[in-house]
């Protein structure tokens, strides 16, 4: 069979929909290399557990997660080696399972497996529950743009919120992705997708007859939609026709129910939302329109999927779209617990207060001058092997000393190009004590995520949160491809505890000599 015709055969078989089950949260993971056709266009790609999205992970409030990551990569146009971040989850006690290559690890190399072992109790102080949507991905340069990202859930079998809805399954997560017909490295910058994927399927303007995925519901029923944007770029105006959802979470944290009829997700960005499917019977487009793309809009289905209600025709929707009335603004989200922001409520009211000021040069992005590239050595191994003053730690100037119980302010002011920009935070949630598009501090009761939009140019975000979990973590842009020029730092937070709290399993310090060893034998035999 020619490779043209052997594509053609895997694009067939790729766009066919398979219900997968959940898997975790003790399980294996397989990395590997599979040539699949989302929206229709073959390539090879970079997956877990050989699909994409990678296969939802679940579990309970207080499991331990025992996940074995198995590196079978062979395509060197997308890297080998590889590493996996379990975003939003906060790592308390083993910061060395966050994920970021050269932050806390060494990449897995191919060939190789790493065992991924952390707990999902009430996670760094009572104020941070770790239950709600999350997900992981790649966290290596720019490999999760080539698929490797899915859902993870962590379920609360005492939800406060459960009798607001009545479905809250498998087949309630809903992801958008951005999607390219080429390798991550070989994309032109600025990057703009091919397609918009929802729950793994989609179109793009060379085929407007690709699947697209549907999401089925009943007439009469409530059903919790778990949304994670696993974005490298866009961002995502999102809504469904003829449809409210009644927001209950944001990246982790439960949220007074705030009913909107749109909102717009950054990369990284989570919310639950509930949605009463009271309807007529019928098929309705959801929409999920991209801000950096080669095609917005929802011409021929194209950024969109399908919300089918049981018994209705098998055909696409004829729904119209309209702007939404009541778009979420992020000043109107409230958490249900815990409401205040830590420290006094004032500016710079904290025990350690910083500015970070962003810019950009030829290419590269700098936080207060200085591009993070990442070290040779990563962080936690140079705080493990004595080196605690930020001043020492590589890479130079990006690295910042945090103190241990301590109130912690960061502004970051908007307008670089590119943006808006959002940031995520390891090893924390925060407190947004001012929003963007908005002038107002409120420190009573303001939104706690892990992921925020810095804005433009007239935005100046602020975020709180209390230094309880020691140990080297990342602040980055989400936009992978602006991580990879250097728009992130690392917090070195209460150093000389580092080591006491996150003790490290003998794998862990393995994975620096294999990956080196590697590395060395590809230089000797290009």
Not at 30 to 53: C, E
Request: glycine letters at 8%; a negative charge.
């Amino acid at each position: 069979m020619s490779t043209s015709s052997l594509y053609r055969a895997l694009a067939l078989l790729a766009s066919c929909r398979i219900a997968y089950a959940a898997i975790g949260p003790l399980t294996g993971l397989d990395i590997v290399n599979k040539v699949i056709a989302p929206d229709g266009f073959a390539r090879n790609t970079v997956l877990a557990g050989g699909q994409f999205p990678g296969p939802l992970i679940v579990g309970n409030k207080g499991d331990n997660f025992r996940i074995n990551v198995v590196d079978k990569l062979t395509d060197e146009a997308m890297l080998t080696p590889t590493t996996i971040h379990w975003h939003g989850i906060f790592q308390h006690s083993t910061n060395w399972a966050d994920g970021p290559a050269f932050v806390t690890q060494c990449p897995i190399t191919s060939g190789d497996n790493f065992l991924y072992n952390f707990h999902v109790p009430d996670q760094a102080g009572a104020r941070n529950l770790s239950t709600g949507t999350y997900w992981y991905h790649s966290h290596l340069s720019l490999q999760y743009c080539d698929g490797l990202r899915g859902p993870l859930v962590v379920y609360d079998p005492h939800d406060p919120h459960r009798n607001l809805y009545d479905i809250d399954d498998e087949s309630t997560v809903i992801t958008l992705s951005d999607w390219y017909h080429v390798p991550a490295p070989l994309i032109p910058i600025p990057a703009k997708s091919d397609s918009t994927l929802i729950n793994g399927l989609g179109r793009w303007s060379e085929n407007p007859t690709a699947q697209l995925a549907v999401i089925d519901v009943e007439h009469g029923k409530r059903y919790r939609f778990r949304l994670v944007s696993m974005s490298c770029g866009p961002n995502y105006q999102f809504a469904i026709d003829g449809h409210n959802m009644t927001i209950i979470e944001a990246d982790g944290e439960n949220t007074k129910p705030l009913q909107v009829d749109g909102l717009q997700i950054f990369a990284g960005q989570r919310y639950s939302f509930v949605l009463n499917a009271n309807q007529p019977v019928g098929n309705y487009w959801i929409r999920a329109d991209p801000n950096n793309a080669k095609v917005s809009g929802f011409e021929k289905g194209i950024n969109s999927a399908i919300l089918r209600y049981k018994g209705a025709p098998i055909r696409e929707p004829n729904t119209t779209h309209s702007q939404p009335r009541n778009a979420l603004n992020e000043t109107n989200l409230h958490p249900l617990t815990n409401p205040q922001a830590p420290g006094q409520p004032r500016r710079g009211g904290v025990d350690y207060a910083l500015n970070l000021e962003m810019s950009s040069d030829d290419g590269r992005f700098f936080i207060n001058n200085a591009s993070f590239s990442p070290p040779s050595v990563p962080v936690l191994l140079q705080i493990l092997n004595g080196t605690l003053d930020a001043n020492d730690l590589l890479p130079n100037g990006s690295v910042y000393n945090l103190p241990p119980f301590s109130t912690i302010e960061l502004s970051m002011p908007g307008g670089v190009v590119g943006g808006p920009h959002p940031f995520h935070l390891h090893g924390h949630s925060f407190s947004v004590v001012r929003s963007a598009g908005s002038d107002h501090y409120n420190y009573i009761d303001p939104v706690r995520r892990d992921t925020v939009s810095i804005g433009n140019a007239s935005d100046n975000v602020t975020i709180r949160f209390v230094t309880d979990n020691p140990g080297p973590w990342f602040l980055h842009c989400h936009i992978d491809f602006h991580l990879e020029a250097g728009m992130a730092i690392v917090f070195a937070e209460d150093t000389h505890s580092t080591g006491m709290a996150n003790p490290v399993p003998e794998d862990w310090t393995k994975l620096c000599p294999t990956f080196e060893a590697a590395l060395n034998k590809s230089h000797a035999h290009p």
